[in-house]
């Protein structure tokens, strides 16, 4: 995740970050949120989904709360790199983008955020076919180039 490098090279002294692209990022552990609820039955991804990656990528469900997962609940976030966050509407994880955008900009942090109406997870990849896949990759790829230029 762009976020742990970024806190990474940070706290170590490493090469600043000059900006974070996020496409639906997992940021928190909360899967009774808006958007989990919403979205529940979402395909191709939903709260049943979700809790089966956590089944199998965990030990217990309490690793979640790791601070390099619950992103948003995370209060050293100031310093980072300008951010910014993609989400779809129809999307658990939306929420958690939301909620971890609110947490960067209250650590001072720039944040772009967008969302998406009308598209699932998993659209960011799909712009042949989908326009606002198009749109969002245009968007990552001008903040990206800004913050290229401003180096």
Excluded: C
């Excluded at 000059?18 to 939903?46: R, T």
């Excluded at 089944?55 to 601070?67: G, I, L, R, V």
């Excluded at 944040?111 to 968007?139: I, N, P, R, S, W």
């Amino acid at each position: 995740m762009p976020t742990v490098i970024a806190i990474a090279a940070r706290d170590n002294g490493w090469q600043e970050r000059l900006h974070q692209v996020l496409v639906y990022p997992i940021a928190n552990n909360d899967m009774n949120s808006e958007s989990y609820i919403e979205n529940a039955n979402a395909k191709p991804l939903g709260k049943e989904a979700m809790q089966w990656f956590v089944e199998h990528y965990f030990e217990s469900p309490q690793q979640t709360a790791d601070p390099r997962i619950a992103l948003a609940k995370r209060d050293d976030l100031a310093g980072l790199a300008p951010a910014t966050i993609i989400l779809a509407q129809i999307d658990p994880l939306r929420s958690d983008g939301r909620a971890y955008a609110e947490a960067l900009r209250a650590a001072g942090v720039p944040v772009t955020l967008e969302v998406y109406d009308g598209v699932t997870h998993e659209f960011f990849g799909m712009a042949a076919v989908v326009d606002k896949a198009e749109q969002a990759q245009q968007l990552a790829g001008e903040q990206l180039r800004e913050a290229f230029e401003q180096e």
